[in-house]
């Protein structure tokens, strides 16, 4: 608070500690508890308040230090003391701001101060005041309304604390000596500003001699060299924190740290015993475990992986060794067949070894070991054993029933040495063809066999022990059915026709032939054709042997006619060059037709094949005179109906548009009634294509009288080469100017068959002469194509009588 110098000043009496601070010299003051019992000492000799006065140089900080305590007892603070103050109890002091009226209390008359209640500093370091003097009577201020702060001083009150606590903490194993393990920090809610309240040092109570602690740091290390986790895994360190730079009288606080010493690979894999034995029956199977062994080792995790290997080729040779993951065991599986008859027992030698070394240990020692396995092979009853794996036999066919194929030997492989019987695995619904000698193994036929039929035989030969016959083996038998020359051969497709042209000329080959033989390579490659010799010297055709196993039919004449025969036969012989020589007869059909060259096949016309189906020439003219009745009635039908059609116009007083409905059929192309379709066919060649068909008689004369003379073209058209878009658009023209015309749309269709037809026009209007052709060209009509097939045949038949 602010003190005024002179009469009239407010001043404190500091009744426990006044601090004064000299900015220039800096003042020094006496500890409080010092202080506390020196004041207390002027009290108790009836010594009046001191008045203290800044003096000149002095700078008055207006603040009362006062010690912390817990207690519930009245501590007195301190006295405020106005000059105006005579004794006589006219002045009043008051006190405000923080903590007045509850936990700091003044008297109004004397001015001294209380705390009612205790004080923490580390919840509230220091208050602020306002403190005034006031007429009693007059409630008048006598002084300004003066500040001042009461600062609460920290005790040690309050021991260190491991905020954190407890710990736990990880050190490799046989770590050198220092190895930090872990740091631990402890806490101090004293003021570190004052005094040693808040200076820790940390110590071990427990975990010695294996760890250590730095006083300072709080650092845990390693103190013993070789911890070895085998031995002792877990360790409980307990460390200790006291303030007051920890002497006597510090508090302190402790805490707990659980340190584990992880593994690592210091630990070479031990087996058990360095002997084993075990027993294994022969009759294990391939690629099966047969035994396993463990290698123990004291380390964890990778740092016990072991790798297990037969490092003898005795053992290797029969038996291989793996390790499985899950229990660290190595298991032993056979890799070839045991046989008791010819090796008993074999020895392995097991070698283990860690796969992760490391090499900070390698002082250790080899981190591997090794074990000898003795396998002892047990005798057991074994089924019988074929000589080989499979057998392949062969045999004639049409041997007869009986005949040895071959024979198959199985032994017991046991030391007693049992009798064997063979049989044949008879399956289902398959006929027998061979038996087997029960005693001496022997196979032999059934019945001949037919190499044709089947060329391979596959049988399952079964042996079984005469002392247990449920001890069972089989073994696949082959049985190859070999080929005797038996097939006479046949010509090939002796079924299918040959075609005879009848333009066919003497010389001329027909058609070749081949054969087939159902013999095998070696008795049916080669063979030889001839006409059948009992048969007389055949005057139409002769048959060439190509000596290349084909034959060629040759006409000896020209000119085969259908209407005369249509169908010859020709015997054909063929020999195959099998030992013996066989030969078969096949009789060829020669159809004689019509041809037409198309490419290089020669195919017959549809009147050859209906000839061939049974109707003579008469039947066919009485059909086709048929036909031709038919549809002469039908076309005088047509007409009749068409020349009573009504007239387009109903009415002549009804110039309304009307719509017309036909029910008749119209005719087609052939229906020239109802408009010409010559224009269009052949346009060069038609002069009245102008005129139109359902116009009048008086119109029709009328625009007839407008053409030229007979023969001469409309000046209007010229339509050789004109295009028929242009030609209908032509006549739609004139369709529209015409006025001769009926009041109604009319329908006129053109067709036109265009220039693009293979076969052209036969029309001779289009011919840009007339007259006959000469004798030269009339050779050529073969090449004319199909339109002029018939005439060419006519021609030649009528040059041929003229020849002749």
Not at 655 to 667: A, L, Q
């Amino acid at each position: 608070m602010r003190i005024a110098g002179g009469t009239g000043g407010l001043y404190p009496v500091l009744v426990v500690f006044l601090c004064f601070i000299q900015r220039a010299h800096g003042a020094s003051h006496h500890p409080p508890t010092r202080a506390l019992a020196r004041n207390q000492s002027k009290l108790a000799n009836g010594e009046t308040e001191v008045h203290h006065r800044p003096k000149r140089g002095w700078i008055w900080n207006q603040f009362f230090v006062l010690e912390e305590h817990m207690g519930t007892e009245e501590q007195y603070v301190g006295k405020l003391h106005s000059n105006s103050d005579k004794g006589d109890g006219t002045v009043r002091y008051i006190l405000s701001g923080e903590g007045a009226g509850t936990i700091f209390l003044i008297n109004e008359v004397t001015g001294d101060i209380h705390a009612t209640m205790s004080l923490d500093r580390e919840k509230k370091s220091h208050y602020v005041l306002h403190a005034q003097a006031l007429d009693r009577h007059t409630e008048e201020a006598l002084e300004p309304k003066s500040e001042f702060i009461i600062k609460v001083q920290d005790i040690n009150d309050n021991a260190p604390q491991f905020p954190d606590g407890p710990f736990a903490a990880t050190v490799p194993e046989m770590s050198d000596v220092g190895t930090s393990v872990l740091q631990v920090t402890a806490t101090d809610a004293d003021d570190p500003t004052y005094g040693n309240s808040a200076r820790i040092v940390y110590s071990i109570l427990q975990g010695q001699p294996y760890f250590s602690v730095d006083p300072k740091t709080g650092t845990i290390r390693t103190a013993l060299a070789n911890m070895d986790r085998e031995a002792r895994e877990h360790y409980i360190v307990v460390i200790q924190a006291k303030d007051m730079a920890g002497q006597v009288g510090g508090l302190s606080g402790s805490t707990v740290v659980n340190v584990t010493l992880t593994d690592v690979n210091d630990n070479p894999p031990k087996f058990p015993q360095k002997n084993y034995q075990q027993y294994v029956p022969e009759s294990a199977q391939v690629g099966k475990p047969v035994g396993k062994i463990k290698a123990n080792d004291d380390d964890l995790g990778v740092n016990a992986d072991t790798k297990y290997s037969i490092i003898n080729s005795e053992g290797a040779n029969m038996f291989s060794i793996g390790t499985d993951k899950d229990t660290k065991e190595g298991i032993i599986t056979l890799k070839k067949p045991l046989n008791y008859e010819r090796k008993k027992t074999y020895t392995l030698h097991i070698e283990g070894t860690n796969t992760h070394t490391d090499p900070r240990f390698s002082y250790l020692g080899s981190f591997k070991d090794m074990a000898m396995l003795k396998i002892t092979v047990g005798d057991v009853d074994e089924a019988p054993v074929f000589s080989l794996d499979y057998y392949i036999m062969d045999v004639y066919e049409n041997s007869p029933a009986g005949t040895e194929v071959g024979a198959v030997t199985a032994r017991d492989p046991d030391s007693r040495n049992s009798p064997v019987r063979y049989y044949v695995d008879k399956k289902e619904a398959e006929p027998i063809y061979f038996r087997i000698d029960e005693i001496s193994g022997t196979i032999r036929t059934t019945q001949p066999l037919d190499r044709e039929d089947t060329a391979w035989h596959n049988i399952t030969v079964m042996a079984s022990e005469v002392d247990n016959p449920g001890l069972l083996s089989s073994i696949p038998v082959t049985v190859q059915v070999l080929d005797v020359n038996d097939n006479a051969p046949q010509v090939a497709a002796a079924d299918e026709e040959v075609v005879v042209c009848e333009g066919t000329r003497a010389g001329q080959v027909i058609q070749t032939i081949g054969a087939v033989d159902k013999d095998d390579f070696a008795n049916g490659q080669r063979f030889s054709f001839a006409l059948a010799s009992q048969m007389p010297v055949n005057p139409n055709f002769t048959l060439k042997d190509n000596e290349d196993s084909t034959a060629s039919i040759v006409a000896r004449r020209r000119r085969f006619n259908h209407l005369t025969q249509e169908m010859y036969e020709l015997p054909v012989v063929v020999w195959d060059s099998g030992e013996p020589s066989l030969s078969g007869t096949s009789t060829l059909t020669l159809h004689v037709c019509p041809c037409q060259r198309h490419g290089k096949i020669r195919m017959c016309q549809g009147e050859a094949f209906l000839s061939s189906a049974g109707l003579s020439t008469g039947a066919l003219v009485a059909i086709l005179l048929c036909i031709v009745i038919l549809l002469a009635i039908v076309v005088l039908f047509v007409t009749l109906k068409r020349s009573k059609k009504e007239p387009l116009i109903i009415s002549e007083e009804d110039i309304r548009e009307n719509v017309v409905t036909y029910d008749d059929e119209g005719g087609g192309e052939e229906d020239t009634e109802a408009f010409d379709i010559i224009a269009l066919r052949n346009p060069a060649a038609a002069e009245e294509l102008k005129f139109r068909r359902d116009v009048r008689p008086e119109a029709r004369r009328l625009c007839g009288g407008a053409a030229g003379p007979r023969g001469q073209r409309s000046p209007s058209l010229h339509l050789d080469e004109v295009d028929v878009h242009e030609f209908i658009k032509q006549r739609l023209v004139e369709a529209n100017m015409d006025t001769s015309g009926p009041p109604y749309d009319s329908l006129q269709t053109y067709a036109y068959e265009g220039q693009g037809s293979p076969t052209g026009s036969i029309s001779p209007l289009d011919s840009p002469g007339t007259g006959a052709r000469s004798e030269e060209d009339s050779h050529d009509l073969d090449g004319w194509g199909p339109q002029f097939q018939r005439l060419a045949e006519i021609y030649a038949e009528a040059q041929l009588n003229v020849n002749t």
